[in-house]
């Protein structure tokens, strides 16, 4: 994890955000953002809180349908009957008469606390660049059979990495002036425009970043393919104090997982804080942790509770009756957890 920390700062912002593009050799296998099968079972849940699924398939060869606001029709999207992206992908595939597909979620993190902490973890060299740039962190997944992107050779207004998880890719930049003249039908064909193309072969494994507005398209192949990009939009400035230490304690991730169920706990549980997760007072009644906002009263105690928790691991019998109850409230955002 620290090596892949290491090269990831190194390829993406040696001292400002990287011009052209970076490839991120061995990047995913030394990071495992996630694997196929957790990314699965994210998919078989549903899409959770602000995650949106997408199915775009060929309606003639090489020309992809447009989804538009349309949802995904039920029929497209994963199952845990499926058990697993093979069998989604046979199931699916019988449907399409032999159409290519791509199916995409955004914000697949999510879905699942441990891909989420892990991504933080990967992500975290960046806090400081993104506070002072006011950007944030978003994912998007890819899974699919396509040959190339469905919507062609476009840019995007932010820097961002791509992962090949499995299956091989290959990455597409073209310098500018190439599409000036360029019309929107040939930037649905990018096989037509490879030999002006910068090329970078990405096996799984590997990861590739590249800078804002630069031209791009991804080819794949092999069955169900999958891939992850990471990006670092722009969004509007934190409006108060509150909500920088709001952003701070997400890691700049804009969308964080829901929370969990509570449970009972013996009275000897021991529980520990999570670093990554710190609780913080932000005064005004205020208190931040896990990208989340609270209002609780008693500050005084709070303060108590948070140095006790923030400290060492401790007992659920050493705290008194207000103490257990914030151990259920953290507990259930994941500030604290059972050691
Ligand atoms: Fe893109």
New binding site residues.
């Given amino acids: 994890m620290a090596r892949a920390r290491a090269m990831f700062v190194d390829a993406v912002h040696p001292n400002d955000w990287a011009k052209g593009h970076r490839s991120l050799l061995g990047w995913v296998q030394a990071a495992a953002p996630f694997s196929p099968e957790e990314l699965f079972e994210i998919f078989a849940a549903g899409a959770a809180g602000p995650s949106v699924v997408f199915f775009n398939y060929e309606v003639s060869k090489n020309v992809f349908s447009r989804q538009e606001g349309a949802p995904t029709k039920p029929e497209h999207l994963p199952a845990a009957s499926d058990g697993g992206f093979d069998g989604y992908s046979a199931r699916v595939k019988a449907t399409l008469n032999g159409a290519r597909y791509c199916l995409r979620m955004t914000e697949p993190h999510v879905g699942s606390h441990e891909v989420y902490e892990r991504l933080i973890r990967l992500v975290a060299p960046l806090e400081g660049i993104l506070a002072a740039e006011s950007r944030a962190v978003r994912t998007t997944v890819f899974v699919g059979d396509y040959e190339y992107?469905p919507f062609g050779v476009?840019?995007?207004p932010y820097p961002?990495i791509q992962c090949a998880i499995s299956g091989e890719r290959t990455a597409l930049f073209w310098d500018d002036p190439y599409w000036a003249d360029k019309s929107p039908e040939d930037r649905l064909a990018p096989w037509n425009h490879l030999a002006a193309a910068h090329e970078l072969k990405m096996p799984a494994g590997d990861a590739v970043y590249w800078a804002p507005a630069y031209e791009?398209a991804f080819s794949s192949r092999g069955e169900h393919a999958i891939a992850l990009?990471i990006s670092f939009p722009e969004v509007p400035p934190p409006d108060s104090a509150v909500e920088v230490l709001r952003r701070k304690s997400a890691h700049h991730f804009l969308n964080v997982p829901p929370v969990r169920s509570a449970r009972e706990h013996a009275k000897g549980q021991l529980f520990c804080g999570n670093p990554l997760f710190p609780i913080t007072i932000a005064g005004d009644g205020k208190l931040v942790a896990a990208g989340r906002i609270f209002e609780i009263s008693g500050i005084p105690e709070l303060a108590a509770f948070v140095a006790r928790v923030a400290d060492s691991p401790f007992r659920y019998s050493d705290l008194d009756d207000t103490g257990r109850a914030l151990v259920d409230v953290f507990y259930t955002h994941y500030a604290i957890d059972v050691v």
């Fill in positions: 992107t476009h840019v995007d961002q791009h990009t």
